[in-house]
């Protein structure tokens, strides 16, 4: 294949193919509904979900046993005697089930034919390597289009999501008449199939619980009983210029001899709310009234509205990698080759100076993937974004709280997607009201507490039937991460948010406090205690996940503490609970290095029993936390090391920023490079890599493998964490030549940067743009390029510093 350079690429992933499956299909969405278009060509499938549609409801999670505070108190007492096998069958008492499932909601069928009569071909499907297909997901406009010729007949097909009309939008059009057959099938339990002229819809019964996989015992439920499981409707209409109405049958809605069709299609649930009652039945009228009012619009309307509040969004922040001579893209025959083909020549080579553009294209893909998947008014991303496909998703496509839920909303303040992380403070704050209940059952304590899992009814318990394994099932921090992933957004400028959040800062504190206890060395620690997923040695020759104070329970209160700080109000100042936290602040101990000269990742620094694990929770504080000092670098360098590069895609990701924030370019560099290879859909293990649709591998697919490489590839061009703005602190040299535009440094600077090599090819600073977002910035700040660095004063407005002049008229910090 020639290599060519071609600018559009960096907003456009090229398919050349239908898809096989929905790791190939195009996700489309606004935050509630979503679509996956599978570019077909005689026959079109686009699977629905409803951010909304969960199994069970605000009654399914069971509450800790009565036994509960016992039992953790047994735990801490046998921890304290060694007894780790004790320890671990105390904790394993106060498992409480699991929490419920995102679920798929239905499926839009098309299938198309040549007119019956017309002579301008014959029906077929495209014969492999036809030249005529092309399919396309546009980014900047959040569209997916699909032309093809069947049968002898030029089809194209748009499809988008609208957010201000909150519809799914198909136009069709061909240059001879189609017949065309429109229907709606689901996995849920159909309660009503209603087919009548140009309009469809589709109700259903949602399970009233769901297992997880790793529960294969336990069966799905569906109950009949109105409070047990919500309700949902899709509802479609259409418009075409056939001559006569579709007519409703069996297999849907039929249009004769048509060559333009256009359908709207809308969804309704009785989800009340995060952890709320459900709504009345009555509720599904919504999906009809939402399609009948889009469609008044017209159609060219609703795609100029859907323009005109996706694109600004998304166009708020650009990249382009120029890396060294070559280019950016592959052609084939003077193509733009297929963005799959591009992931698997870069495993062929070195894709940051084959295809430096692909890099850029993934990041600009991840956040295209936050802005459809999390928008106020849905609710937070989960594991598989907005899209499944599956009644029992792996980990329930649900929320996992110890790195998952909080690595999708890195990105949202240095990406300037703050707006994406509401829904995530709207789940934090049911959090904190059903976990006050855990807090009191589970523990006796005051404050509120979540544990590994959550779901749309705010699940707090830890998961489990008795038996799972407590690295995974028992993590009472997760609040803790919650709180401080929000108060972030307001250090990068969002300060209207403090009000909601000071809180959940004030529970998660209470709840921590009364956790904290005296250790033997006059320090605090916490007890029982795990570092999620992770295991250690015992003496006796055994393993086990539960111990004494982990370094991220620690360094997670201790950054709660200083955050509450930080932002109190006037009225906190003289606050018992403030002073109770200023007078334990100083007994939590920091990070150090232990064992092989490694970050320890227990008080105690047992031998680790999975030296490769794939989580880094002992340098949370290296990243996403407030940063190390300088003196434990090389320890956290060398744990990263110890753990090695190979790993799940979102374990890749957290490698990437850990790597940027010790100023490792090149280490970024090989990361990056692991993460854009295929990873083929029949895969399993512990693999990162790409799908054919760019989705991010676990394996299965994990949406914060992209949306955390987002936020790594980020952390190697900007920095604002140390109380200073650092530009290109671990740019690979491979990126020699580059740009971004728009990305928001702390407290609310938004940062233009240019680059290119100097003499030694390095990537090289040649202008910084910073820009005022608000009061909060408006004053002096510390730039830093290369080493040295400069204070200006933004008190007047946009500062613009030229790279060369910044190195010769700062000094070394």
Not at 236 to 241: E, G, I, P, Q, S
Not at 807 to 813: S, Y
Request: with cysteine; glycine share 10%; aromatic share 6%.
């Amino acid at each position: 294949m020639e290599v060519t350079r071609t600018d559009g690429d960096l907003h456009r992933v090229l398919f050349d193919a239908p898809a096989r499956s929905w790791l190939e299909a195009a996700p489309l969405g606004n935050g509630r509904l979503g679509g996956l278009v599978h570019g077909g060509t005689a026959r079109e499938l686009i699977s629905l979900n409803d951010g909304t549609a969960w199994s069970g409801g605000p009654a399914s999670a069971p509450r800790p046993p009565a036994e509960a505070p016992d039992a953790v108190r047994r735990a801490r007492r046998h921890l304290a005697r060694g007894e780790y096998a004790a320890a671990t069958r105390e904790v394993q008492r106060v498992q409480a089930g699991w929490a419920q499932s995102y679920l798929p909601f239905a499926d839009l069928l098309l299938s198309l034919a040549p007119a019956e009569g017309d002579t301008s071909g014959t029906s077929g499907v495209r014969p492999p390597g036809d030249d005529t297909y092309r399919r396309v997901l546009d980014l900047r406009h959040a569209e997916a289009e699909t032309r093809f010729r069947l049968g002898g007949v030029n089809v194209s097909r748009r499809v988008f999501v609208s957010a201000p009309d909150s519809v799914l939008v198909v136009s069709v059009e061909a240059d001879a008449p189609l017949d065309i057959t429109v229907d709606l099938t689901t996995q849920l339990a159909v309660l009503r199939r209603d087919m009548g002229e140009d309009r469809a819809e589709l109700r259903f019964r949602m399970p009233s619980d769901v297992p997880p996989p790793h529960e294969p015992e336990h069966p799905v439920v569906w109950s009949e009983s109105p409070d047990a499981a919500m309700r949902g409707a899709v509802h479609m209409r259409l418009t075409h210029n056939a001559t006569a109405p579709a007519s409703g049958g069996a297999k849907g809605l039929v249009v004769r001899s048509a060559t333009r069709l256009d359908l709207v299609l809308a969804t309704a649930t009785t989800f009340g709310g995060i952890a709320r009652p459900f709504l009345p039945e009555r509720t599904l009228d919504t999906a009809a009234e939402t399609a009948d009012t889009a469609l008044s619009r017209g159609i060219p309307a609703l795609r100029e509205r859907h323009h005109a509040d996706h694109t600004p969004r998304y166009d708020r922040v650009d990249l382009r990698i120029e890396g060294a001579p070559g280019a950016t893209g592959t052609r084939d025959g003077g193509r733009p080759a297929a963005t799959w083909h591009r992931v698997a020549a870069a495993a062929q080579g070195d894709v940051l100076v084959d295809d430096p553009g692909l890099p850029a294209l993934l990041f600009h893909y991840g956040r295209y993937l936050l802005l459809a998947g999390s928008r106020p008014g849905g609710l937070p991303a989960t594991l598989q974004g907005l899209w499944n496909t599956e009644l029992r998703a792996p980990w329930s496509s649900g929320y996992t709280l110890n790195i998952n839920t909080e690595m999708n909303h890195w990105a949202a303040g240095v990406t300037d997607l703050a707006e994406c992380a509401v829904p995530l403070l709207e789940l934090v704050e049911a959090l904190a009201g059903t976990g006050a209940a855990t807090a009191r059952d589970l523990y006796a304590s005051p404050g509120w507490v979540a544990h590994h899992n959550t779901d749309a009814w705010a699940y707090t318990p830890p998961v489990g039937t008795g038996t799972a394994d407590p690295a995974w099932s028992f993590w009472p921090m997760a609040g803790v991460w919650l709180c401080l992933e929000l108060a972030e957004l307001a250090r990068f400028g969002h300060h209207e948010l403090l009000a909601r959040v000071r809180p959940l800062l004030r529970g998660a504190a209470e709840f921590a406090l009364h956790r904290l206890a005296p250790v033997g060395d006059g320090t605090l620690g916490t007890s029982p205690s795990t570092s999620p997923e992770n295991h250690f040695h015992t003496p006796d020759g055994g393993a086990s996940a539960v111990g004494e104070s982990s370094t991220m329970d620690l360094a997670l209160v201790a950054a709660l503490f200083d955050t509450m700080v930080e932002f109190a109000s006037d009225d906190e100042q003289d606050d018992e609970l403030l002073r109770r936290v200023r007078r334990a602040r100083p007994s939590i101990p920091g990070p150090r290095i232990g064992r092989d000269g490694l970050i320890a990742e227990w008080r105690a620094d047992p031998t680790p029993a999975e030296p490769h694990h794939r989580h880094l929770s002992h340098l949370w504080a290296l990243y996403p936390g407030p940063g190390l000092p300088a003196d434990l670098h090389p320890g956290a360098s060398a744990s990263i090391d110890a753990r090695g590069d190979e790993s799940t895609g979102w374990s890749l990701a957290w490698r990437i920023a850990l790597r940027a924030r010790l100023g490792q370019p090149e280490r970024v560099a090989e990361l990056v490079r692991l993460m854009l290879r295929p990873a083929p859909p029949e895969r399993v293990g512990q693999r990162a890599g790409l799908y054919p649709n760019l989705f991010a591998a676990h394996p299965p697919f994990q949406i914060d493998g992209n949306l955390g490489y987002v936020a790594g590839v980020a952390e190697a061009l900007l920095q604002s964490h140390a109380g200073c703005v650092e530009l290109l602190p671990a740019v690979p040299a491979a990126w020699a030549r580059g740009a971004v535009r728009g990305f928001v440094a702390r407290p609310g600077i938004r940062v233009d940067i240019t680059w290119d090599a100097d003499e030694h090819g390095r990537p090289a600073l040649v202008t910084a743009t910073l820009t005022p977002q608000g009061e909060q910035a408006q004053g002096p700040v510390t730039v830093v390029a290369h080493g040295v660095g400069v204070t200006v004063d933004l008190i007047h407005g946009p500062v613009t510093l030229d790279g060369r002049q910044l190195v010769r008229r700062t000094t070394r910090r």
